[in-house]
């Protein structure tokens, strides 16, 4: 089977040795597909050689558009045994509901009021990675390359920055500050061009004047409890 790449000009995720096998010789072989390379084709044209050098992600949790926020809540508490970690209100007016069966993690599942008939329910998927210093060039990566940034947000718990992916499916990617205040929080971030020591010591200042603030780990440790707690039927 062999493709013209100036015909179909498709890009593939390619390793940096494959892409040294795919040259302006002609047919080449990658897992027995045959691949006819055009001399003009640039190492840029394929986005897995840019994707290599990017931060290491993990996927956390979904937000879902709820009719009945507190009666899906009531749901997964009792079947999956999630607890509630937090309850607000949104700026746009939403009842915002989120749920965790992991201390580690503050929400695996956001539910938020407000769904319409003809929506879907997914609202964004998230993932973290490791450092802020991670966050910062991921976000630089993707304004470098195009991608819209929808929003960056540092929610006193983690910094979080917003994009969308090619069919407008919203996508957060953050890391935890070390911090909790309750949710959900809103304040301004720019990963862009602020420097790592401005946004930590800007958030510190910020979660220590809130109610309730705490560290990570002694929030990990009282909501550790309460997922036990639910689990054992208390």
């Not at 993707?142 to 919203?170: C, F, M």
């Amino acid at each position: 089977m062999a493709f013209d790449m100036k015909a179909c000009p498709i890009e593939l995720p390619m390793s940096g040795a494959v892409q040294q096998r795919v040259t302006a010789a002609g047919v080449h072989s990658m897992g027995g597909l045959q691949l006819t390379a055009a001399a003009s084709l640039s190492q840029h044209q394929y986005r897995g050689t840019i994707m290599a050098a990017l931060p290491k992600t993990h996927f956390r949790h979904t937000g879902i558009y709820a009719f009945d926020p507190d009666l899906v809540a009531r749901f997964y508490s009792r079947w999956f045994g999630l607890v509630v970690s937090d309850v607000g209100i949104s700026k746009a007016g939403h009842q915002v509901i989120f749920m965790t069966g992991d201390p580690e993690e503050h929400h695996q599942i956001v539910f938020a009021s407000g769904r319409k008939p003809e929506w879907p329910g997914a609202n964004q998927l998230s993932f973290t990675v490791e450092s802020l210093s991670d966050l910062k060039r991921l976000a630089i990566a993707l304004h470098e390359a195009g991608v819209s940034i929808l929003q960056q947000k540092d929610h006193g718990n983690t910094w979080s920055l917003y994009v969308a992916d090619p069919e407008g499916n919203r996508i957060e990617v953050y890391t935890p500050t070390g911090w909790y205040v309750s949710q959900p929080t809103w304040w301004e971030l720019d990963l862009l061009s602020e420097s790592e020591e401005a946004i930590r010591a800007r958030t510190q200042s910020s979660v220590q004047a809130q109610p309730g603030f705490m560290t990570r780990e002694e929030w990990m440790g009282h909501i550790q409890a309460r997922i036990e707690a639910q689990r054992a039927g208390a």
